[in-house]
């Protein structure tokens, strides 16, 4: 949805990883081993992003303020 720099310039907030589908994450994610990331920053959060997330123990994700 966005440049991986877009992402990582923007005004950005923590929440909940549960409530983070259809927003756009902001930070690197190294939620899974080997340190392989779940998402890259500028893309949108699905369902199954959130389901990793929940997986591997990630409470909250920085996301772009909207």
Do not use: N
């Amino acid at each position: 949805v966005r440049t991986i720099r877009e992402a990582m310039m923007r005004p950005r907030e923590t929440v909940a990883a549960e409530q983070a589908e259809g927003r756009i994450l902001a930070d690197p994610d190294a939620g899974c081993p080997p340190a392989v990331p779940i998402l890259i920053p500028g893309e949108r959060i699905s369902a199954e992003a959130v389901r990793c997330f929940r997986y591997y123990g990630k409470d909250q994700v920085s996301v772009i303020r909207s």
